[in-house]
């Protein structure tokens, strides 16, 4: 019967350093999407433009992150 060792090495998950946190958001009724930016609220500002517009109220947003995984030393 053969033997292993188990050896378990501690991880952490960060935001990776070199990239910025996207936001897009797309409306429920129609094709309407944001363009998508670093600026939360300038996504936002767009939703409530499509809202005014269209009568639209529903909207998915999504936040994109890149991450990185290290050991912990």
Do not use: Q
């Amino acid at each position: 019967m053969a033997r292993s060792i188990l050896r378990y090495v501690p991880h952490r998950i960060t935001r990776h350093p070199d990239t910025d946190i996207n936001f897009e958001a797309e409306c429920l009724k129609c094709d309407w999407t944001a363009t998508p930016s670093i600026d939360d609220a300038a996504v936002d500002i767009e939703c409530m433009r499509h809202t005014g517009a269209t009568r639209h109220e529903g909207f998915r947003r999504i936040c994109t992150s890149f991450a990185l995984v290290e050991r912990v030393e």
